[in-house]
């Protein structure tokens, strides 16, 4: 059985598609913040992730496992210039976040890193992140 070019193109079409549609989904975005999920951890930084797209990710171990914390956008980041770095010591208050495949997130509202004066803040009053037109406050 042969297809025509058309009905081969559509069918390459939709594949593309599904497959990215699938793929939005299992991204993890910082857009949704659940204040009653939210909690305060100290560690140390393990890792720090910068993606093309999405938030800057920092692996994060406390005395009881490690967190996978979802910050900001690169630029935000580079803006205010926040170093987070590999060892640092770093204080989060964030909401959980559990990904669809089961891992756990923290979604940053504020962080300080040790030894440094300056609170970093990620979201407003209203939990909307600051990189969404909101301003910086330290």
Not at 1 to 8: A, C, E, P, V
Not at 10 to 39: G, H, K, M, R, W
Not at 85 to 113: F, H, P
């Amino acid at each position: 059985m042969r297809l025509s070019i058309k009905k081969q193109i559509f069918l390459i079409i939709f594949i593309l598609c599904i497959a990215s549609t699938s793929f939005a989904q299992d991204e993890i975005t910082p857009d949704v913040y659940d204040e009653n999920t939210e909690i305060t951890i100290k560690g140390e930084i393990l890792d720090v992730i910068k993606p093309v797209r999405g938030p800057v990710v920092i692996k994060v171990k406390t005395e009881n496992r490690v967190y996978n914390v979802l910050t900001a956008p690169i630029w935000y980041i580079n803006r205010y210039n926040i170093d987070f770095k590999v060892g640092d010591r770093i204080e989060i208050t964030g909401s959980k976040l559990i990904s669809r495949n089961g891992e756990l997130y923290i979604i940053t509202r504020q962080c300080r890193c040790k030894g440094s004066q300056n609170t970093f803040i990620f979201r407003d009053e209203y939990m909307r992140p600051l990189w969404r037109g909101g301003m910086h406050r330290q």
